[in-house]
């Protein structure tokens, strides 16, 4: 059975970092696109937010304009591993992170991939 499991969530004071790890059992993470989102109280499922993409041949790296040049994306395959480095953290970027899995790099980007993790909870203090 496939699992999707994030990690390295945590309270954070504004301005620092955390990186947090996707990881897969029963899937190759590296034959598939991965998306990173998040969600903050109160909003429901279908309404997390996309923070960030990396498609199957690491061809394509989005971002959502909100962390742009603060959050970058990466894999290490060897770990079967995807990473998410958030620096220069904000108060508003406290959420519950979740990592999707899917080999199509659009169903990534449209939040309908086939592997949701559990989330992993950020919690930036001002």
């Known amino acids: 059975q496939v699992q999707v499991m994030e990690s390295g969530g945590g309270l954070v004071q504004a301005g620092g970092s955390l990186r947090l790890s996707c990881t897969a059992s029963?899937?190759?993470?590296?034959?598939?696109?991965i998306g990173w989102f998040r969600q903050t109280p109160g909003k429901d499922r279908d309404e997390r937010e996309w923070v960030a993409a990396i498609d199957y041949s690491d061809s394509a790296i989005t971002y959502a304009d909100s962390v742009k040049g603060r959050f970058t994306i990466s894999r290490d395959n060897a770990k079967n591993t995807v990473y998410l480095q958030m620096n220069s953290l904000k108060p508003e970027d406290t959420a519950k992170y979740y990592c999707?899995?899917?080999?199509?790099?659009?169903?990534?980007?449209?939040?309908?991939?086939?592997?949701w993790g559990q989330g992993t909870e950020v919690t930036v203090s001002s």
């Open positions: 029963e899937l190759i993470l590296s034959d598939n696109s």
């Open positions: 999707l899995v899917d080999r199509s790099y659009i169903k990534i980007r449209a939040g309908v991939g086939a592997y």
